[in-house]
C-alpha cells in the first residue's frame, strides 16, 4: 500500500517558489467561497512520526484565513474526557457549516497505538475501526467533506528525518525516547496503519497517502488536494442540492372552530393502540408510594455518584402527556448538584450549523451525573419527519445513527432509560381545555398543539416506527400508560430504579 509514497518525490525549491502564491490564493478563494455553503470540511492527518503531519498544518493555518479554521490535537483523554464517551471530545469539537476543521491525532490515534501495544486484539480493532466509519459516514450523509491524509516515510527516511530533528536546536524537543521507540515499532504501526486504512478508506471519507520526505511537495500535494475537493463540491453544490427532499412549509395555524375532536382521529393498530390505558393507582396509595420510590431513588443516585455511573433520561411523548410532571418527580428525588434537565426546543442557528446530534452530544455530563432530556434526539424521527423539516432520506438513516450514538452511551456504562408517554385523543382533549381554562396553564397551549393533534395518526405511525427501530437489548423504550398521571409517574420512578439497580450491579 505505502510503496507509492516511498519513491523519493520532490519539488525543486524554484518550482515551489513559482507555485506558492497561486496555490495560496486559490486555497483562500476556495475558503472564501465556502464560508457561504452548506456543509463543513474535515481534514484528518495522521502518519508516521516525523512526516510533516504538525508543518503541514502549520502551512495550511498560515496560507489560509485562521479565522475562519478548527485546528485540533489530542492527546491522551483527560479525566474529564474519561468520564464521557470516547466521541464525545471529537462530536464537541467539529466544525459548522462553512467551517474547515483539521485534526491531528484524532479518532485513528488511540486504536492504531492500542493495536500497536498489543492492548486490544485484531477483533477488538477491526470494532474500533467500524466505529469509525460510522461516525465518519454519519457526518458525510449529513453533508461534510472528509478528507484524510497519511503522512508517509519509510523506516530508514523516518530514521533520518528523526536525526535532523534532533541536530536542530529549534526542533531538537519534538524528538523524545517516545518516538525512537516507536521507530523501532516501524513495522507493528504500518501493520496497523494498513488495516485501518484499507477498513476505512470510503468514497465519502477517502484516505490519501502522502509521500513526507521533502516539505514542499508535501506541501502542495495536500494544499492542491484541500483546495480541489472543495472547489468540486462547491461547484456541484447546485446540481447536487440537499441530499434529501426539500422541507414543506408548514400549514397556517387552524383556529378553534377547526379543531377537530377525538372522534375524527381514527387510524389503524399501532404498538401504542395495544396499551392497556385504564391503568391507574388509588389517589390514597400514591403519596406512599411516591415516597417510597423517591427515597430509593435518592440512595441509588448516591452510591451512583460514589461509583461514578451516569444517568441519561430520555422523555418523549404528547402534548400534555405529562412528561414535565414525571421529570419533576424525578428530580425532586435528586440532589440538585447531580443532575440537569435539558428541553430541547427548535435548533438554534448554531446547532443548525452542525450535524443534528451535535447538540445532543455537548450535554453528556461528567461520571455521576443525571441528565435529563425533556424531548430528545427522536425529534428527527418525529416531528423533523411528520412536519418535512427532514427529508425522508434523513429521517431514514437517522434510526442507525441513533443507535449508534445510544450504543457508544451504553458500552461506556452509562444508565440509558427512554420513555415514551403515551395518552388516548379523548385525554388529551380533555387536558387541552383544562389548559384553556385555568390561567396559570394556559400558556402551555398554543395553537401548534391543536395543529400537532390534527396530525395524531402520522404521528402515531412514526412512533412506531420509532419504537420498532430503536427499542435495543441495550436500550429498549418504556412505554408509560399515562391517562393517569399519579401511575405514569410512579412507573416512571420505579423503572428509573430497577435500570440503574441493573447498572449498579444490583
Known amino acids: ?273 395495544h396499551l392497556d390505558m385504564s391503568l391507574t393507582v388509588a389517589r390514597k396509595d400514591f403519596k406512599a408510594k411516591l415516597e417510597r420510590l423517591q427515597g430509593r431513588l435518592n440512595g441509588l443516585q448516591r452510591k451512583a455518584v460514589k461509583r461514578g455511573v451516569s444517568t441519561i433520561l430520555v422523555f418523549e411523548g404528547w402534548d400534555a402527556a405529562g412528561k414535565g410532571g414525571a421529570v419533576r418527580r424525578v428530580t425532586g428525588a435528586l440532589d440538585a448538584r447531580d443532575y440537569q434537565v435539558i428541553p430541547i426546543a427548535a435548533p438554534t442557528d448554531e446547532e443548525r450549523a452542525h450535524h443534528y446530534l451535535w447538540r445532543f452530544w455537548r450535554h453528556l455530563s461528567r461520571a455521576g451525573r443525571v441528565t435529563i432530556f425533556d424531548r430528545s434526539w427522536y425529534g428527527r424521527v418525529l416531528v423533523e419527519r411528520v412536519e418535512g423539516f427532514a427529508g425522508e432520506r434523513e429521517w431514514r438513516r437517522a434510526y442507525a445513527e441513533i443507535n449508534q450514538f445510544e450504543e457508544q452511551l451504553v458500552e461506556h456504562g452509562i444508565v440509558l432509560v427512554k420513555f415514551w408517554l403515551h395518552v388516548t385523543p379523548e385525554e388529551q382533549l380533555r387536558r387541552f381545555k383544562d389548559r384553556e381554562g385555568t390561567a396559570h396553564k394556559r400558556w402551555k397551549l398554543t395553537e401548534e398543539d391543536w395543529r400537532n393533534r390534527e396530525k395524531w395518526p402520522r404521528y402515531e405511525q412514526a412512533v412506531n416506527d420509532m419504537i420498532e427501530r430503536t427499542s435495543t437489548r441495550a436500550a429498549p423504550w418504556t412505554l408509560v400508560e399515562a391517562n393517569d398521571k399519579s401511575y405514569a409517574r410512579l412507573k416512571v420512578l420505579r423503572t428509573v430504579c430497577e435500570r440503574l439497580e441493573a447498572g449498579l450491579g444490583g
Open 1 to 273: 500500500m505505502f510503496e507509492a509514497a516511498e519513491l523519493g518525490r520532490s519539488v525543486p525549491k524554484e518550482q515551489y517558489k513559482a507555485l506558492e502564491p497561486t496555490v495560496r490564493a486559490e486555497l483562500l478563494e476556495a475558503q472564501r467561497r465556502l464560508g457561504a455553503a452548506g456543509f463543513p470540511v474535515i481534514v484528518v492527518f495522521a502518519g508516521v512520526d516525523g512526516a510533516g503531519k504538525g508543518e503541514t498544518v502549520n502551512l495550511l493555518n498560515e496560507w489560509m484565513d485562521p479565522r475562519f479554521l478548527v485546528t485540533r490535537a489530542y492527546g491522551r483523554p483527560s479525566d474529564e474526557e474519561q468520564e464521557r464517551p470516547e466521541y464525545w471530545r471529537f462530536w464537541r469539537e467539529l466544525p459548522p457549516k462553512g467551517r474547515i476543521g483539521i485534526f491531528l491525532s484524532s479518532w485513528y490515534s488511540l486504536p492504531v497505538l492500542d493495536r500497536v501495544y498489543r492492548r486490544i486484539g485484531v477483533g477488538a480493532f477491526d470494532a474500533r475501526l467500524t466505529r469509525i466509519v460510522e461516525f465518519e459516514q454519519a457526518l458525510a450523509d449529513d453533508g461534510a467533506l472528509i478528507l484524510k491524509f497519511w503522512m508517509h516515510l519509510d523506516r530508514e527516511a523516518q530514521r533520518k528525518r528523526l536525526k535532523t530533528l534532533e541536530k536542530d536546536a529549534l526542533t531538537r524537543w519534538r524528538v523524545t525516547a517516545r518516538e525512537w521507540k516507536h521507530w523501532r515499532m516501524y513495522d507493528a504501526f504500518i501493520g496497523a496503519a494498513e488495516r485501518a486504512i484499507r477498513r476505512t478508506s470510503r468514497g465519502s471519507a477517502p484516505w490519501m497517502i502522502v509521500e513526507g520526505r521533502d516539505p514542499a511537495y508535501r506541501s502542495l500535494t495536500v494544499a492542491t488536494a484541500l483546495r480541489d475537493a472543495i472547489r468540486q463540491r462547491l461547484d456541484e453544490a447546485p446540481a447536487r442540492g440537499s441530499a434529501s427532499a426539500p422541507a414543506r412549509a408548514l400549514p397556517a395555524p387552524v383556529g378553534t372552530k377547526g379543531r377537530k375532536t377525538a372522534r375524527a382521529l381514527t387510524h389503524g393498530p399501532t404498538i401504542l393502540s
